[in-house]
Nanobody, 115 residues
Framework: QVQLVESGGGLVQAGGSLRLSCSASGRTSIIEVMAWYRQAAGKQRELVATISTGGMTNYADSVKGRFTISRDNAKSTVYLQMNNLKPEDTAVYYC?????????WGQGTQVTVSS
């Protein structure tokens, strides 16, 4: 089992920045992919960014150039640096980890961007 705990959400004005963190505990060896998803009110959960063990990254088009995902394998932690935030980035952000084809989720952290 893998437990994920997110932190760093909050309220920010448009154009501002936030940094989300997600710490993994439990069986953290060989976590293949870590990712951030988000779910806005009344919408489906969507992929924001992924990062592999080797550091390969992938981003949703809507966040390219504004968000940066990074990973500290030694600390089993993944980060999401979010710059130039927009009101449409408002959502609950969830951390995800994949280990041996099993998917684990954090409880989510709220990000609210005011205009």
């Amino acid at each position: 089992q893998v437990q994920l705990v997110e932190s760093g959400g909050g309220l920010v004005q448009a154009g501002g920045s936030l940094r989300l963190s997600c710490s993994a505990s439990g069986r953290t060896s060989i976590i293949e992919v870590m990712a951030w998803y988000r779910q806005a009110a009344g919408k489906q959960r969507e992929l924001v960014a992924t990062i592999s063990t080797g550091g390969m990254t992938n981003y949703a088009d809507s966040v390219k150039g504004r968000f940066t995902i990074s990973r500290d394998n030694a600390k089993s932690t993944v980060y999401l640096q979010m710059n130039n935030l927009k009101p449409e980035d408002t959502a609950v952000y969830y951390c995800n980890a994949v280990r041996f084809d099993l998917s684990y989720w954090g409880q989510g952290t709220q990000v609210t961007v005011s205009s």
